[in-house]
């Protein structure tokens, strides 16, 4: 029998370019959220998959910013970064259809890594063969890659020979987790980052980048129907006018945002969902290193 296979799996790149995505068509469940708009994962969150003889520990990082305008971005960037200390196989995701320069501190990061590496060439759908080509020969020109992926995280067209690939690199050890473990953070997180997804789907400009979703209380109740999970979530915005927005003209706006966010949690959880949100004002809590903390940015 082959030696059971185990390792840290780390997704770098850009953001909005299909990092989440490719995670979660990775690890076979749809675990981190998705936007058409940067900057949409702001944590390191790990994904599990585990089979008999593997079990890769998937981390989906926050898109790297070349220029951080507030604390959050520093420390969004910070768990980027964290990606470089520990991976057993690092995979760096580039957008065939808007393929952008990393700076220098970067690369010479890759380049120093000693683990193996994937180039991921993403969004092959939106491109012709030429363009992916073009793309492929401008990165493998200046950096040394172990593996060219070429793939369509949306269309889930070429992960399995990816995830081939992946575990033929990973280094022989035992498991890092119970084997149906899927992750390493609660439900709530998990809850608070959909009702974050939905603000993202339903506001625009600066809104969804001032909001911050904490769950204030998650308990599942008895009612006459059958049990119920009653959650209350405070939305966190960084000024009065902003609050004024999230909730909208006599309320319209949140209402519909509580209706979709509830939907969706309740397919999360697949348990029926009481879902209550509140709007509150943190002044510029982006930039206030105390209550980045209280939100979970170490
Ligand atoms: N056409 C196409 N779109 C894709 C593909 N992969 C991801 N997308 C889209 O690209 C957008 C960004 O996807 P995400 O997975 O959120 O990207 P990300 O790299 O995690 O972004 P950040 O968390 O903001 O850094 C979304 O609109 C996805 O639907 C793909 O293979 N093809
Ligand atoms: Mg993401």
């Given at each position: 029998?082959?030696?059971?296979?185990?390792?840290?799996?780390?997704?770098i790149?850009?953001p909005n370019?299909?990092k989440s995505?490719?995670?979660?068509?990775l690890?076979?469940?749809?675990?981190?959220?998705?936007?058409?708009?940067?900057?949409?994962?702001?944590?390191?969150i790990?994904?599990?998959?585990?089979?008999?003889d593997?079990?890769?520990?998937?981390?989906d990082?926050?898109?790297l910013?070349e220029?951080?305008?507030?604390?959050?971005?520093?420390?969004?960037?910070?768990?980027a970064?964290?990606a470089?200390?520990?991976?057993?196989v690092?995979?760096?995701?580039i957008?065939?259809n808007?393929?952008?320069?990393?700076?220098?501190?970067i690369?010479?990061?890759?380049?120093?890594?000693?683990?193996p590496k994937?180039?991921?060439?993403?969004?092959i759908?939106?491109?012709d063969?030429?363009?992916?080509?073009?793309?492929?020969?401008?990165?493998v020109?200046?950096?040394?890659f172990d593996?060219i992926?070429?793939?369509?995280?949306l269309n889930?067209d070429?992960t399995?020979?990816?995830?081939?690939?992946?575990?033929?690199?990973?280094?022989?050890?035992?498991?890092?987790?119970?084997?149906?473990?899927?992750?390493?953070?609660?439900e709530?997180?998990?809850?608070?980052?959909?009702?974050?997804e939905?603000?993202?789907?339903?506001?625009?400009q600066?809104?969804?980048?001032?909001?911050?979703?904490?769950?204030?209380s998650?308990?599942?109740?008895?009612?006459?129907s059958?049990?119920?999970?009653?959650?209350?979530a405070?939305?966190?915005v960084?000024?009065?006018?902003?609050?004024?927005?999230i909730?909208?003209?006599?309320?319209v706006s949140?209402?519909n945002?509580?209706?979709?966010a509830?939907?969706?949690?309740?397919?999360?959880?697949?348990?029926r969902v009481h879902?209550?949100l509140?709007?509150?004002?943190?002044?510029?809590w982006?930039n206030?290193?105390?209550q980045?903390?209280?939100?979970?940015?170490h």
């Open positions: 029998m082959a030696a059971h296979k185990s390792g840290f799996v780390n997704i790149g850009h370019v299909g995505t490719l995670m979660n068509a690890v076979g469940e749809r675990m981190c959220i998705i936007n058409n708009k940067p900057q949409t994962t702001r944590h390191r790990i994904g599990i998959l585990s089979d008999d593997y079990q890769v520990v998937f981390s990082t926050p898109g910013i220029k951080p305008a507030y604390q959050m971005q520093n420390t969004m960037n910070s768990y970064h964290s470089f200390e520990d991976s057993d690092m995979l760096l995701v957008d065939c808007d393929d952008a320069p990393f700076d220098g501190k690369i010479s990061k890759i380049k120093k890594l000693t683990t994937i180039l991921i060439l993403n969004k759908d939106l491109v063969e030429e363009t992916v080509k073009a793309v492929e020969d401008v990165w020109d200046f950096l040394e593996s992926a070429r793939i369509s995280a889930q070429g399995n020979d990816l995830l081939n690939s992946i575990v033929e690199k990973l280094p022989e050890g035992p498991p890092y987790y119970p084997k149906d473990q899927l992750t390493d953070r609660p709530r997180f998990f809850v608070s980052e959909i009702i974050r939905k603000i993202l789907e339903q506001y625009h600066e809104i969804p980048y001032s909001a911050e979703v904490i769950i204030d998650f308990k599942e109740k008895e009612s006459k059958g049990p119920i999970i009653h959650i209350y405070n939305i966190y960084a000024r009065k006018t902003q609050k004024s927005i909730i909208g003209k006599g309320g949140i209402k945002l509580g209706i979709e509830r939907k969706s949690i309740e397919t999360f959880l697949d348990q879902l209550e509140y709007v509150r004002v943190k002044e510029n982006r206030d290193d105390r980045l903390k209280h939100f979970g940015y």
